[in-house]
Every structure is written in structure tokens, then in C-alpha cells.
């Protein structure tokens, strides 16, 4: 299809719905070929050999390895960093200021945390180190019990919605939901047989 | 500095606003034969370059949130150009202790390029409402006046429904509805048990083709804006055939200032700023229509100062900027596990909901004076940015755990948004702002904005009732509001239900309003106000289609006089 760009591909599409003025007429393969369009004109360059706009190198390392610990790969579908959610972080990160004291701070907090209790970054850190961080600020009902690990709790709840935001917004989290649907229909069918009992 | 650029041609009518007010009023007069030179602070709008229907948030490198993460306050980048609530130079004030919120639209169509297509007709009683509770003022006009004009505006845009005899919602000219999706299904279902009236929604999409127009497709992405028209908008809808007399001249990134009153006391044009080049122009017109949207229309005519009208235009009654309503609007949602066992399908339908919750209390007595309609949704809606917020919030941890409960969540929501009817009162209303101009040199709107216990009551009422429709699905509701405080039962700011009106109030009266029956004002019979200023009352009905058909009224009132030569 090369040499057709989206824009063409649109015009047909209004062209011919406006054509059906008796018919329902939809060109539902108009609309496919659009859906194709825009994912090959945006076929992105996951993971690899990315340059992280705001995160210094040890910083990104340590996003990453937190986005995969929040959403992992399982049977089903890829985890958050196949799904691009560290790049998201780090280009919504570097444009807005907020965002730079609570997930850089943040991740300096998580540092220097880990470099108390270990004398490790959370990255050089073992498995079981990092689980045990984890499993402290992952929770609120920590922070009640020990103030001093309030700002960690906060830094990663945003991060966990950040995390969830850019799974799902991906191809891959998209089809983990076995979500149908942003397509023309010629015909809307409502809602299949409900189960019964 | 050049000094001002005077237009050569004397136009039949200035229309201040493209939106559904002025869209409206451009189609009627150029069509009736008039000259109309339409004036639009924003820029056109491409469909086919600005409407984003079919991508998917990953198709954006800000996955519709914008650059920062901050579109998502205005609805995000997927919308149709759609404005904000804060535009860079052009500011508004609070008064201390006020909270409002003004959302702009400057672009061809307005508002209508992005909104919820919910398109009901005020009831017989909203317009005699003070006869009826003894509040705020009745209309100087019946239902029976505005019937045929929405019968006509129904005819023309397309408005699916069904007739149910509902008192509070009369019925109008429809287009056959859409079939309910499950989430509606089970929300219809458990509202039968409550005796809760729950019936196919009205909304300006077409079923089936009309006037040229293609049927829905039902990508339900109504809001990004349709390339295929299928839904309604000024900038699609209106405009198109406007153009298409020959008689219309679109001036874009023109922001009004000031309308120019002559010696004789009658409008001569309108002032405004070409915003390309910052310089002042001036058109000229016999009449002037303002739908520039309920407050700007407002601060128009208050800025429109001269020794004639000291205080504004068409202000000797003092009500210009006064009785400034929104919608009461308190939002909820609820988890239902029964959503859980449907199996994955095309959920999209139409832009906004199929089913919707009309006033139906109103033969009682209740805690409050008039009502609320309820607009429900839910369902496997396409993911994207901020979906599982909640489900992270109240799942808390990570990994395996957390991505099963996002998985098992899915499609399990049902959401409700309570609009009710806020009564005018004397601490809301805007004015212009002593000290502050915008990039334009045009002096602010200053708000001043409180919910009364009226407005207040029917919050808590709305969250009762979302709260029993999900328990009654076996659901569980999980949006908690506060008692007290700025947002007491999730009542939201005014201002962000984006309803607002009253600013120019109509009335017989000339003391007590500012505009008549035909939205023309009382003080200077060659300007008229067509957008959401005329509104006496906000009843629970959002206002686009009164709006429309209060425009259509006015203008055939207005080709009227032109022809008898009054104007």
C-alpha cells in the first residue's frame, strides 16, 4: 500500500460513507486499510538501543527493571517494558516538571533507601533486597506503621499508575484486555446473549 | 501603529461565533437571503487532518495525553480541537472564594466539534418553572413556542431516541436508537427493580443516513469528531450549507472586542482583533447576532461601553453577566463482577451512551427543587491512559497479582453522571475585571460562583441513587465523596459541566432581562444574543438543542423584521 498516506485513505472513507445515502454503505476495508496505515507510519522501535531524554542511564536502568517488576511477562502477553511503558515515562517525564521531582526525586529516594539499608542501589541490590523494598512501599498500610516510608509509598503508587498507563495503552496491554473494537460496523449488533444464572 | 481597517462592505448581519448558536444563526439568515459576515476567534478545522477517529493510543507517542501528561486535563489529544479551560493570554479572575471554571472553544464550531451529542428538550414546565416552585423567574416563552423549532433542528441534525411519554422529557422527531450494550442492559435492569426510569438516550447521531449524511459506523469515538459527519457539529453540519448560498463570509482568528453603537443608539458592527497580526478591524453590519458562548457573548456586551450605554450594551436593566448557571454535576462508579462473565465483544456503539436515566421523581416531593437526568457508561471500553488508576489504587502491590486484577477488572465498571438543574442566584454571576486584559487588550471576565444547599442536596441524592442501582446489580460502589469542604457529594466546580448560561437573561420585562421572547435585547432592537446567555432557567437538560432551536426563532424573527424593514 505504500504511496497511500492515512489522509487518502480518510477522504475515501468519507467519500464513500456519504455515497450510501440509501444503503448502509460502510467501506469497512477503507477503514481496515486506515487502522494498518497508521500502525506502520508509527511502528515504533521498542526497548534496545533507546536514549532516554530525562533519565541519566543508571536512572532508566532502574526504571526499567521497576516497570518489568510492576507489570511482568507472563503465559499471556509481554510485560510493561516490551509494551513501552519506560520510554512513555521518560518522554511525558522530561516535559513536565511535576513529573521530574516525583519519579526523579523518587527514584533517588529509592536509592538512597537501598544504599541505608545495603549499601547498594536498588539496582545493584540481590532479588531478595529488592523484594524486600518492594514489598515495604508498595503497600500504604506500611507507611501508617512507619512514617519514614511514606514518600516511597507515594513515589510508587504513581509509578504503578504511570506503569498500568503505559501497558495498556500499548498493542500489547490492548490485547491483553481482548479488547474489540475501533472499527466501522455496518451494523451494530448490541450487546451479545448475557449468561445465564 | 495602523490605525483601524474598516471593512467596505456594509453586511446584512454580523454573527459573533460559529458554534451551535451562531452555525445556526449563519444557516437561517444566509439561506433567508441576508449577507452574513460570521466571525470566529479561532482557527477552521480540517476533519480529515484534526479528527483522530481509528487511531489507537499507542499510535501517539503521548498515548493521547499530550506533551507533560497535561491535554488530559482538557479531555486529552484524542478529541476533537476542543479548546481548554486555560488558554495561554487569555486569563479570567475569580472572586476570592469562588471557584468557576470556563471552558473555551476557539475554533470553527465551537463546542459542538467534541460534545457529548446529548440533545433533549426542555419540558412545558422548565419554562414556567417560578409559577410552578415559586424560584428564580419563568420564560416570557411557552413550549408550545419552541416545539415546532425543535421539531425542525431534531429534522434536520438527527437525533436518535424513542418516544416514552416521560413528562420531564418530551418526546421529539427521532431516528430509531441503538441497542443497548450489557453494561446499559444490567443498569436498565436493576432501575426496573427501583422503579427508576432508564430509556434509550437521546443523542444527535444518525441511525440511518440524513440529508447527505452517512449513517454511524459506530467506532464510538463520537467526541475525537467523525470524518463521515455521522454525528452532528456546527463546523460539519451548519456551516456547509451556510457556505454553500454564497452568502456567508467566514472571517477566522477574529476576537471580537466591542460591538460599535452610532449615535442613533443602533449597532453599526462589530470591532475586532485579527489575531494573525494583532491589528484592529472593524466590520460592519445592520444587525448583529452574538453567540460567541454565554459569558463571552456577555463580556462582549459589557465591554461595549459608550456614552449611550455606560454601562454595557443592552445592560440599563443591570442583568448583563447576572444569573449565571451550570449544571450540577456529581459523578460515581461502581465495580459489577456479572460484567465479568461476558465473554470479549465489540462493546464501542455510538460516541456516549445508549441508555440514559431521566428525571424521574418529579411528581414527588423531594429534598430539592427540580431535578436530575442520570448518563450512564461502562463497559469494555478501548483501554488507554488512566483506565486502572483505581484498580492500582485499591489493588496496591505489583507483578503477577497486579496485572490479574487489571485483567479481571476490565470491562467490569458501570459509571454515572448525575446533571441536575442549579437555580439562579445572586452570589453567581461574572463581570468585568477592574484591572486585568488579556493578550488582546480586552478587559476579563471576573466570576463569582456558589452552589446553594438546593444544588447541594441534589448531589447527595445523585450519589444515593448511583449507589443503590449498582448494589441492586450486585455490585459494588466504590466512589466515596466528602460531606463538606469545596465539593460536598462530589458536586464539581462550577463551570465544568460546561453548561454554562443565564448571562443575558430574556424576559418581558425590560427591567428584569436582557433580551425578549426573540433574543433580541430590549435596548437595541439590531442585536440579538443566540447562544446560552437567553436561557431563564437551566433545567436538567443539556442546553445545545434549546440553544439551536432558540437561534432558528430568533432567526426567522430576524428575516422577518428585515423584510418588514424594522431592522
Not at chain 2, 448581519?13 to 466571525?39: D, R
Not at chain 2, 502491590?397 to 439562579?424: N, Q, W
Request: with cysteine; proline share 6%.
Amino acid at each position: 500500500m505504500a504511496g497511500i498516506s492515512r489522509r487518502d485513505v480518510l477522504k475515501n472513507l468519507a467519500i464513500g460513507a456519504a455515497g450510501g445515502s440509501v444503503m448502509q454503505v460502510i467501506p469497512v476495508e477503507a477503514a481496515a486499510l486506515a487502522h494498518r496505515m497508521v500502525h506502520n507510519e508509527k511502528a515504533a522501535t521498542p526497548g534496545g538501543n533507546y536514549a532516554p531524554k530525562y533519565f541519566s542511564t543508571h536512572q532508566y536502568a532502574t526504571l526499567l527493571l521497576l516497570c518489568d517488576t510492576i507489570i511482568p511477562k507472563d503465559e499471556k502477553s509481554g510485560g510493561a517494558v516490551e509494551a513501552g511503558a519506560p520510554e512513555f515515562i521518560d518522554l511525558l517525564t522530561s516535559e513536565n516538571k511535576d513529573y521530574q521531582l516525583e519519579f526523579g526525586g523518587g527514584l533517588m529516594w529509592l536509592d538512597n533507601f537501598c544504599l541505608d539499608r545495603f549499601e547498594k542501589t536498588f539496582l545493584d541490590a540481590t532479588p531478595d533486597q529488592r523484594k524486600e523494598v518492594l514489598d515495604l512501599i508498595a503497600y500504604r498500610k506500611n507507611a501508617l506503621a512507619d512514617p519514614s516510608l511514606s514518600q516511597g509509598v507515594a513515589f510508587f503508587s504513581r509509578l504503578r499508575n504511570m506503569t498500568c498507563d503505559g501497558f495498556y495503552s500499548s498493542k500489547i496491554g490492548i490485547a491483553d484486555l481482548e479488547y474489540i473494537g475501533n472499527t466501522a460496523l455496518a451494523v451494530w449488533p448490541g450487546c451479545p446473549p448475557l449468561p445465564q444464572g | 501603529m495602523a490605525q483601524v481597517i474598516r471593512s467596505p462592505q456594509k453586511y446584512d448581519v454580523c454573527v459573533v461565533g460559529s458554534g451551535a448558536g451562531g452555525g445556526m444563526a449563519a444557516k437561517i439568515l444566509t439561506e433567508g437571503g441576508l449577507s452574513v459576515v460570521l466571525l470566529e476567534a479561532g482557527p477552521p478545522v480540517n476533519p480529515e487532518k484534526d479528527y483522530k477517529m481509528f487511531m489507537w493510543p499507542y499510535d501517539l507517542p503521548h498515548r493521547g495525553v499530550g506533551v507533560g501528561g497535561k491535554a488530559a486535563e482538557n479531555f486529552g489529544e484524542f478529541l476533537a480541537p476542543n479548546g481548554a479551560w486555560h488558554i495561554e493570554g487569555e486569563p479570567y479572575t475569580s472572586a476570592p472564594g469562588s471557584e468557576f471554571e470556563w471552558f473555551r472553544s476557539r475554533i470553527v464550531g465551537g463546542r459542538t466539534n467534541h460534545w457529548g451529542r446529548i440533545a433533549l428538550r426542555f419540558a412545558p414546565v422548565d419554562f414556567q418553572s417560578k409559577t410552578r416552585d415559586g424560584l428564580g423567574e419563568d420564560w416570557p416563552i411557552t413550549y408550545e413556542d419552541i416545539a415546532p423549532y425543535y421539531d425542525k433542528v431534531e429534522s434536520y441534525i438527527g437525533v436518535f431516541g424513542t418516544a416514552e411519554n416521560v413528562s420531564s422529557a418530551p418526546n421529539g422527531v427521532f431516528l430509531p436508537p441503538p441497542k443497548p450494550r450489557c453494561s446499559e442492559l444490567l443498569i436498565k435492569k436493576a432501575c426496573d427493580k427501583l422503579n427508576i426510569t432508564c430509556i434509550p438516550a437521546r443523542l444527535a447521531i444518525l441511525t440511518k443516513p440524513l440529508n447527505g449524511r452517512a449513517a454511524c459506523h459506530y467506532c464510538g469515538q463520537c467526541g475525537r469528531g467523525c470524518v463521515t459527519a455521522s454525528n452532528f457539529s456546527s463546523s460539519q453540519v451548519l456551516i456547509p450549507p451556510a457556505m454553500k448560498t454564497g452568502k456567508l463570509t467566514m472571517v477566522t482568528g477574529a476576537m471580537a472586542r466591542e460591538v460599535v453603537v452610532g449615535a442613533d443608539g443602533k449597532a453599526q458592527g462589530v470591532s475586532y482583533i485579527d489575531v494573525a497580526t494583532r491589528a484592529e478591524k472593524r466590520v460592519y453590519a445592520r444587525t448583529v447576532v452574538l453567540a460567541a458562548s454565554a459569558c463571552e457573548s456577555a463580556r462582549l456586551l459589557l465591554n461595549s461601553r459608550s456614552k449611550l450605554f455606560p454601562n454595557g450594551l443592552g445592560n440599563s436593566s443591570g442583568q448583563v453577566g447576572r444569573n449565571l448557571m451550570d449544571s450540577v454535576g456529581s459523578d460515581g462508579w461502581g465495580y459489577v463482577p456479572e460484567l465479568s462473565k461476558m465473554p470479549p465483544h465489540n462493546h464501542d456503539g455510538t460516541g456516549g451512551m445508549h441508555y440514559y436515566i431521566p428525571w424521574w421523581k418529579y411528581d414527588r416531593k423531594n429534598e430539592f427543587p427540580r431535578g436530575y437526568h442520570i448518563e450512564i457508561g461502562g463497559g469494555r471500553d478501548m483501554p488507554g491512559v488512566g483506565m486502572f488508576h483505581d484498580v492500582a489504587h485499591q489493588t496496591e502491590g505489583y507483578g503477577a497479582a497486579l496485572k490479574k486484577s487489571c485483567r479481571d477488572h476490565y470491562g467490569t465498571g458501570v459509571g454515572f453522571s448525575g446533571r441536575g438543574e442549579m437555580i439562579p442566584n445572586p452570589d453567581s454571576f461574572c463581570e468585568i475585571d477592574p484591572v486585568v486584559v488579556d493578550q488582546w487588550g480586552i478587559p476579563v471576565l471576573r466570576f463569582h460562583f456558589k452552589w446553594s444547599e438546593y444544588e447541594i442536596r441534589q448531589a447527595k441524592d445523585m450519589q444515593e441513587t448511583f449507589k443503590s442501582i449498582v448494589e441492586t446489580m450486585g455490585g459494588d460502589y466504590r466512589t466515596r465523596t466528602a460531606i463538606d469542604g469545596n465539593h460536598p457529594f462530589g458536586i464539581q466546580s462550577g463551570g465544568k459541566i460546561i453548561h454554562e448560561v443565564g448571562t443575558a437573561r430574556m424576559g418581558a420585562d425590560p427591567k428584569t432581562s436582557v433580551v425578549n421572547g426573540y433574543c433580541q435585547t430590549h435596548d437595541v432592537k439590531n442585536v440579538f444574543v443566540t447562544d446560552g446567555a437567553p436561557l431563564v432557567t437551566n433545567p436538567d437538560k443539556n442546553p445545545t438543542l434549546t440553544i439551536m432551536a432558540l437561534s432558528w426563532r430568533a432567526s426567522d424573527y430576524l428575516l422577518d423584521e428585515a423584510r418588514k424593514g424594522n431592522i
